[in-house]
């Protein structure tokens, strides 16, 4: 698979289709893999793809840094592929701006990323050209894929609270969740915003929850859980269950995954006269 | 142990607008000890903060031969600025300084001073300015040169014209073309050229140059083909800064700290320094 | 004997200027007392409402919150309730993820016509977070200072 | 003065601390994470990590503290001063690495003024350091000059003798009042020489190597090359003992304030940022620069010392793999390139 990849990148160099390659490359440790970028053919030997590649490289899509190497193909799996569903939707790049190269994945991460636990995209649903063998990409059941949230769902109120209190706690505001996110593309964040100030800048619990609660809403509808956030977190707080609970919430109301067909209106860009409104007097 | 961030409380006894979005405080010590204790020399800046709102850096403006009271002049940009705009002749504000190095007005002692300022940039040198002509006599041609984008940007706008008037400064205002008004009496043209125009003599002469990069750019060739040494223009930097005081971490330009080591540098100090302003 | 002193929940109410707004003011002409703990904020539409002005009346110490506009279809702005309802339907849920009682954010439609509902609503919201009581949670870390956030982070 | 301490005396030593009025702060294991934390009993220290998530700065340049709070009324102000933030503490069980890192910062800290936020929690805490009795690839304390039983920076050191035995040294005299002010949880050293069981830090790179190339290095392809992949977050600065960048902001309401000292980091594009949109480092290879700059060559020509102590946290939290101690290897490399 690793040969067809190379093969792949040099060919799309060589031919100038593309200008780079963000691909994976060997990390500071076997267990780890690095963001790599390929702008020379001779170069695509670094090129690997193994279980530890679970960054979502689409992120490099909105850096400037990255952007100014020219057209990128880019190294995705499937839960990735949904990224660049968004960004066409949301404006932020043109379907002909970057060159897909899908991988089939069988899941990443040592142990299992929790991501991988209920996949349905082992193959990408959008691709210029596929790397490794199809796999049929099976139908999860709704209550299956939100699984991971139940044992939270069920705890008292005063036990939420007080759980996500001490995970806030550990926040340091070092805002890797949304600088690694590949849809938190906002030139100048909110919190960076001071006129007025809407979120207190300090890493104290008032400045913790009310960050960490914008930061997952305003992926609300948007976020295709690549889990991103979670794995930088250096404070290990599960982000990825706030995410996981909207995506739950907008499929249940909206009818609507995200990042799953191009063809769908964005949930949070449009409505419908019938939406659920048993909770408004 | 003292606490270096707190600031002084400070009360604004005046306001003067100068320009649109330009506006002159006049500062006056709530603590009046604190008032007596307080020394600073032309060149040093200090952080002005709004509570509730935070710190902003700017120059002192006035002069430190005028002990009674101390001014800033500040364009409404930020958060702070925008705050500090929205106060009125007796509300208080923090103060903390005077931070910096300052301008070596005692080297200068008997030599031509040449001030080229551009736009917002005169309050730095006003300070400087009101201290070289409150020495009058120890110092020989003074000749000041300010430009700025329309008449009506000019700030110190009653100053200029006492300036114009005193026969021992030789001032020349100009403005950039098409931001003069039908009785405009300076020149049109920018900073650089009129500069050259002007001519200044370089020999025994001093130039203290602030304003935007721009400016800087274009004036410093202008000065070298004067004759002006590097050695012998001066200006001041500006940074983001958050303490004032070495620590933050952030108006660094390579190994230098423009809070500590600077902001006052000659041209010669900045042509060292890496490319990162 | 030193009388208990009765909570009053603070509630912040976030009208929009076309519908629910006016209701309350016909409210008010018609002379129909309603609680007084309410402190309103008028906006254009609740299309306008962006969930972090809510998350701030919380921080600054409201017990509980109206959220309240047109009816569907009556919008001013044709459709701004219609996409504000569909931000609500993600918003609480995720509020309520955190341990936020949803009690404590309520959303209705009144109409400028519906002064009775107005009162009915706003007592309502009132009598409901009263009864929760005040909100302890919030209060706390609003009282915790940025000095004290250190030392119990992590316990 | 040496003496040594039996593991199964871990609790007496935490009671004895707390009897004295000290609070306790040590390794704890929370789900995936060791983190220096408070603790009340031996129980809850974990020292079976290579190291701690957090490093031992939150204890003296905490992630947001009060520099002072005011009262707004009318156009009336009035400032007070924070207090009781230098808590009477005991650090146990934090590396020679982190305890190397605070007189490091003590010479930002107090010069030409002191900032009495970190200099009085300075004098209220004592360090009990544990020597690394192991260690992993980020490790690079020995290509910085120190080593897993440094003494820097600590009032006692411990080292592990056997799996139940600790060799204790004081080294400060601060150090040496805190052991004998609990003498009976001691014991006199055993004779003949102790069988300390401290790791082996590989040597990555000659650190003389590196500021030479930093010197004539500004303007080099390496730093865009190398900083491609960040994604400027704070991570890397946020964890860093070393790292002592910081933003002042107030936050009110209509009557009342903080004015508040929160961690700040280089590599944010917000940092260096001008209210006018001008920005000295307004792309990741001059932030990326920077920091490695700041580290290796500036601090060393103000301070006379390296601004990292080789911890490795910067690496092993790095969302995007960039690994610090891998960077000053190319540096080292090259430098030997060209003489």
Same mark, same amino acid.
């Given at each position: 698979?690793?040969?067809? $990849?190379?093969?792949?990148?040099?060919?799309?160099?060589?031919?100038?289709?593309?200008?780079?390659?963000?691909?994976?490359?060997?990390?500071?440790?076997?267990?780890?893999?690095?963001?790599?970028?390929?702008?020379?053919?001779?170069?695509?030997?670094? $090129?690997?793809?193994?279980?530890?590649?679970?960054?979502?490289?689409?992120?490099? $899509?909105?850096?400037?840094?990255?952007?100014?190497?020219?057209?990128?193909?880019?190294?995705?799996?499937?839960?990735?592929?949904?990224?660049?569903?968004?960004?066409?939707?949301?404006?932020?790049?043109?379907?002909?701006?970057?060159?897909?190269?899908?991988?089939?994945?069988?899941?990443?991460?040592?142990?299992?990323?929790?991501?991988?636990?209920?996949?349905?995209?082992?193959?990408?649903?959008?691709?210029?050209?596929?790397?490794?063998?199809?796999?049929?990409?099976?139908?999860?059941?709704?209550?299956?894929?939100?699984?991971?949230?139940?044992?939270?769902?069920?705890?008292?109120?005063?036990?939420?609270?007080?759980?996500?209190?001490?995970?806030?706690?550990?926040?340091?505001?070092?805002?890797?969740?949304?600088?690694?996110?590949? $849809?938190?593309?906002?030139?100048?964040?909110?919190?960076?915003?001071?006129?007025?100030?809407?979120?207190?800048?300090?890493?104290?619990?008032?400045?913790?929850?009310?960050?960490?609660?914008?930061?997952?809403?305003?992926?609300?509808?948007?976020?295709?859980?690549?889990?991103?956030?979670?794995?930088?977190?250096?404070?290990?707080?599960?982000?990825?269950?706030?995410?996981?609970?909207?995506?739950?919430?907008?499929?249940?109301?909206?009818?609507?995954?995200?990042?799953?067909?191009?063809?769908?209106?964005?949930?949070?860009?449009?409505?419908?006269?019938?939406?659920?409104?048993?909770?408004?007097? | 142990?003292?606490?270096?961030?707190?600031?002084?409380?400070?009360?604004?006894?005046?306001?003067?607008?100068?320009?649109?979005?330009?506006?002159?405080?006049?500062?006056?010590?709530?603590?009046?000890?604190?008032?007596?204790?307080?020394?600073?020399?032309?060149?040093?800046?200090?952080?002005? @903060?709004?509570?509730?709102?935070?710190?902003?850096?700017?120059?002192?403006? @006035? @002069?430190?031969?005028?002990?009674?009271?101390?001014?800033?002049?500040?364009?409404?940009?930020?958060?702070?600025?925008?705050?500090?705009?929205?106060?009125?002749?007796?509300?208080?504000?923090?103060?903390?300084?005077?931070?910096?190095?300052?301008?070596?007005?005692?080297?200068?002692?008997?030599?031509?001073?040449?001030?080229?300022?551009?736009?917002?940039?005169?309050?730095?040198?006003?300070?400087?300015?009101?201290?070289?002509?409150?020495?009058?006599?120890?110092?020989?041609?003074?000749?000041?040169?300010?430009?700025?984008?329309?008449?009506?940007?000019?700030?110190?706008?009653?100053?200029?014209?006492?300036?114009?008037?005193?026969?021992?400064?030789?001032?020349?205002?100009?403005?950039?073309?098409?931001?003069?008004?039908?009785?405009?009496?300076?020149?049109?043209?920018?900073?650089?050229?009129?500069?050259?125009?002007?001519?200044?003599?370089?020999?025994?002469?001093?130039?203290?140059?602030?304003?935007?990069?721009?400016?800087?750019?274009?004036?410093?060739?202008?000065?070298?083909?004067?004759?002006?040494?590097?050695?012998?223009?001066?200006?001041?930097?500006? @940074?983001?800064?958050?303490?004032?005081?070495?620590?933050?971490?952030?108006?660094?330009?390579?190994?230098?700290?423009?809070?500590?080591?600077?902001?006052?540098?000659?041209?010669?100090?900045?042509?060292?320094?890496?490319?990162?302003? | 004997?030193?009388?208990?002193?009765?909570?009053?929940?603070?509630?912040?109410?976030?009208?929009?200027?076309?519908?629910?707004?006016?209701?309350?003011?016909?409210?008010?002409?018609?002379?129909?007392?309603?609680?007084?703990?309410?402190?309103?904020?008028?906006?254009?539409?609740?299309?306008?409402?962006?969930?972090?002005?809510?998350?701030?009346?919380?921080?600054?110490?409201?017990?509980?919150?109206?959220?309240?506009?047109?009816?569907?279809?009556?919008?001013?702005?044709?459709?701004?309730?219609?996409?504000?309802?569909?931000?609500?339907?993600?918003?609480?849920?995720?509020?309520?993820?955190?341990?936020?009682?949803?009690?404590?954010?309520?959303?209705?439609?009144?109409?400028?016509?519906?002064?009775?509902?107005?009162?009915?609503?706003?007592?309502?919201?009132?009598?409901?977070?009263?009864?929760?009581?005040?909100?302890?949670?919030?209060?706390?870390?609003?009282?915790?200072?940025?000095?004290?956030?250190?030392?119990?982070?992590?316990? | =003065?040496?003496?040594?301490?039996?593991?199964?005396?871990?609790?007496?030593?935490?009671?004895?601390?707390?009897?004295?009025?000290?609070?306790?702060?040590?390794?704890?294991?929370?789900?995936? /994470?060791?983190? /220096?934390?408070?603790?009340?009993?031996?129980?809850?220290?974990?020292?079976?990590?290579?190291?701690?998530?957090?490093?031992?700065?939150?204890?003296?340049?905490?992630?947001?503290?009060?520099?002072?709070?005011?009262?707004?009324?009318?156009?009336?102000?009035?400032?007070?001063?924070?207090?009781?933030?230098?808590?009477?503490?005991?650090?146990?069980?934090?590396?020679?690495?982190?305890?190397?890192?605070?007189?490091? =910062?003590?010479?930002?800290?107090?010069?030409?003024?002191?900032?009495?936020?970190?200099?009085?929690?300075?004098?209220?805490?004592?360090?009990?350091?544990?020597?690394?009795?192991?260690?992993?690839?980020?490790?690079?304390?020995?290509?910085?000059? /120190?080593?897993?039983?440094?003494?820097?920076?600590?009032?006692?050191?411990?080292?592990?003798?056997?799996?139940?035995?600790?060799?204790?040294?004081?080294?400060?005299?601060?150090?040496?009042?805190?052991?004998?002010?609990?003498?009976?949880?001691?014991?006199?050293?055993?004779?003949?020489?102790?069988?300390?069981?401290?790791?082996?830090?590989?040597?990555?790179?000659?650190?003389?190597?590196?500021?030479?190339?930093?010197?004539?290095?500004?303007?080099?392809?390496?730093?865009?090359?190398?900083?491609?992949?960040?994604?400027?977050?704070?991570?890397?600065?946020?964890?860093?003992?070393?790292?002592?960048?910081?933003?002042?902001?107030?936050?009110?309401?209509?009557?009342?304030?903080?004015?508040?000292?929160?961690?700040?980091?280089?590599?944010?594009? =917000?940092?260096?940022?001008?209210?006018?949109?001008?920005?000295?480092?307004?792309?990741?290879?001059?932030?990326?620069?920077?920091?490695?700059?700041?580290?290796?060559?500036?601090?060393?020509?103000?301070?006379?010392?390296?601004?990292?102590?080789?911890?490795?946290?910067?690496?092993?939290?790095?969302?995007?793999?960039?690994?610090?101690?891998?960077?000053?290897?190319?540096?080292?490399?090259?430098?030997?390139?060209?003489?």
């Amino acid at each position: 698979m690793i040969e067809a $990849l190379r093969k792949k990148a040099e060919e799309l160099l060589r031919s100038n289709t593309v200008d780079v390659i963000y691909g994976y490359g060997e990390g500071s440790t076997p267990e780890r893999t690095r963001p790599v970028f390929i702008t020379k053919p001779e170069d695509v030997n670094k $090129l690997i793809w193994n279980k530890y590649c679970v960054y979502n490289l689409t992120t490099y $899509l909105k850096r400037q840094e990255s952007r100014k190497l020219g057209k990128p193909a880019i190294v995705v799996k499937g839960c990735d592929a949904k990224t660049i569903v968004v960004l066409i939707k949301e404006s932020q790049i043109k379907r002909e701006d970057v060159y897909i190269l899908g991988v089939t994945c069988n899941g990443v991460g040592e142990p299992l990323a929790t991501k991988c636990k209920a996949c349905d995209v082992n193959t990408p649903r959008i691709y210029d050209d596929l790397i490794g063998e199809k796999i049929e990409n099976k139908e999860i059941p709704f209550d299956e894929r939100y699984a991971e949230l139940d044992e939270y769902e069920k705890l008292s109120e005063k036990e939420k609270w007080d759980f996500w209190q001490k995970q806030f706690a550990k926040c340091i505001k070092c805002y890797a969740c949304s600088s690694i996110c590949p $849809l938190c593309f906002c030139d100048r964040c909110i919190v960076d915003k001071n006129q007025p100030q809407w979120i207190d800048p300090s890493a104290h619990p008032r400045g913790n929850l009310s960050w960490n609660v914008t930061r997952a809403y305003h992926l609300a509808g948007r976020c295709i859980n690549c889990e991103e956030c979670q794995r930088v977190c250096p404070a290990d707080i599960p982000l990825n269950l706030l995410n996981k609970k909207l995506a739950k919430e907008t499929e249940k109301n909206f009818n609507y995954r995200s990042g799953y067909n191009i063809d769908d209106e964005l949930a949070m860009a449009t409505y419908k006269e019938d939406d659920n409104q048993d909770f408004i007097k | 142990m003292e606490n270096i961030y707190k600031p002084y409380l400070m009360n604004i006894s005046d306001i003067i607008d100068e320009a649109p979005g330009v506006r002159t405080f006049r500062l006056n010590f709530l603590n009046e000890d604190e008032g007596k204790n307080f020394q600073f020399q032309a060149g040093q800046f200090a952080l002005y @903060s709004v509570f509730g709102y935070g710190e902003s850096t700017f120059c002192i403006a @006035s @002069s430190p031969t005028r002990k009674d009271y101390i001014e800033c002049t500040f364009r409404q940009t930020g958060r702070v600025t925008n705050a500090l705009s929205e106060l009125n002749v007796g509300d208080t504000i923090g103060f903390r300084g005077p931070y910096g190095n300052v301008f070596p007005i005692e080297e200068w002692e008997g030599k031509n001073l040449v001030f080229v300022a551009g736009g917002i940039a005169l309050p730095p040198l006003r300070s400087v300015i009101w201290n070289c002509l409150d020495l009058r006599d120890k110092y020989k041609n003074i000749t000041i040169v300010y430009g700025a984008k329309t008449v009506e940007d000019l700030v110190y706008k009653h100053e200029l014209k006492e300036w114009n008037a005193r026969d021992d400064v030789n001032l020349v205002t100009t403005v950039d073309p098409g931001g003069e008004t039908p009785d405009w009496a300076g020149k049109v043209g920018f900073v650089p050229t009129v500069v050259e125009e002007t001519a200044p003599d370089s020999n025994d002469t001093i130039a203290i140059l602030c304003g935007p990069p721009i400016m800087i750019k274009f004036t410093l060739p202008v000065l070298e083909k004067l004759g002006f040494k590097q050695e012998k223009v001066y200006t001041t930097l500006e @940074s983001r800064m958050k303490c004032g005081l070495g620590k933050c971490g952030r108006c660094n330009i390579g190994c230098t700290y423009i809070c500590k080591d600077g902001p006052v540098f000659t041209a010669e100090e900045i042509s060292k320094m890496p490319d990162e302003f | 004997m030193a009388e208990e002193t009765k909570f009053e929940p603070k509630i912040v109410a976030f009208l929009c200027n076309w519908c629910t707004y006016a209701g309350a003011d016909l409210a008010g002409t018609g002379r129909n007392q309603y609680q007084a703990n309410v402190r309103v904020i008028k906006l254009p539409c609740t299309g306008g409402i962006d969930p972090l002005f809510l998350i701030k009346a919380f921080e600054r110490g409201a017990d509980g919150i109206l959220v309240s506009g047109c009816h569907p279809g009556d919008c001013h702005y044709n459709s701004g309730n219609y996409h504000a309802r569909r931000r609500w339907n993600v918003f609480r849920p995720l509020l309520e993820f955190c341990g936020i009682n949803p009690e404590r954010i309520q959303f209705s439609w009144i109409s400028a016509a519906e002064g009775g509902k107005w009162v009915e609503t706003i007592n309502g919201v009132v009598d409901t977070v009263r009864a929760l009581g005040p909100f302890e949670g919030y209060q706390k870390i609003n009282t915790i200072g940025p000095d004290a956030s250190s030392e119990s982070s992590q316990t | =003065m040496e003496k040594t301490l039996k593991k199964e005396n871990f609790n007496s030593l935490i009671t004895g601390l707390k009897d004295q009025g000290y609070r306790t702060i040590a390794p704890k294991k929370d789900n995936n /994470l060791v983190t /220096l934390d408070e603790v009340q009993s031996a129980d809850e220290i974990h020292l079976d990590h290579v190291q701690t998530n957090n490093s031992i700065k939150e204890y003296f340049l905490p992630k947001t503290e009060k520099i002072l709070s005011y009262t707004l009324e009318k156009n009336k102000v009035s400032i007070e001063e924070p207090e009781g933030f230098a808590v009477k503490s005991v650090v146990f069980g934090s590396r020679p690495c982190d305890a190397a890192s605070l007189p490091i =910062m003590d010479k930002v800290f107090n010069w030409d003024c002191s900032d009495k936020f970190w200099v009085e929690r300075r004098e209220a805490i004592t360090i009990v350091t544990i020597a690394c009795d192991k260690c992993d690839n980020y490790c690079f304390c020995t290509s910085v000059g /120190l080593a897993p039983d440094s003494k820097e920076g600590s009032d006692v050191l411990l080292t592990k003798i056997s799996d139940d035995e600790y060799l204790v040294e004081t080294v400060t005299e601060k150090g040496e009042g805190l052991i004998k002010g609990l003498e009976t949880v001691f014991s006199d050293p055993v004779a003949g020489t102790p069988d300390r069981q401290v790791a082996s830090v590989e040597k990555k790179f000659e650190i003389d190597k590196i500021k030479p190339w930093l010197d004539e290095n500004f303007a080099h392809k390496i730093w865009a090359e190398f900083s491609m992949k960040c994604i400027s977050c704070g991570a890397c600065t946020f964890v860093c003992p070393t790292c002592h960048c910081f933003d002042i902001v107030d936050e009110c309401t209509m009557s009342k304030g903080d004015r508040v000292k929160n961690w700040d980091g280089c590599q944010f594009k =917000m940092f260096t940022l001008h209210t006018s949109g001008h920005n000295p480092r307004s792309t990741q290879d001059q932030r990326w620069r920077q920091r490695i700059m700041h580290k290796f060559k500036y601090y060393v020509e103000k301070f006379d010392n390296i601004l990292c102590v080789g911890c490795g946290r910067c690496s092993r939290v790095c969302p995007a793999d960039m690994n610090i101690s891998e960077m000053l290897e190319i540096i080292a490399t090259e430098e030997n390139q060209k003489e």
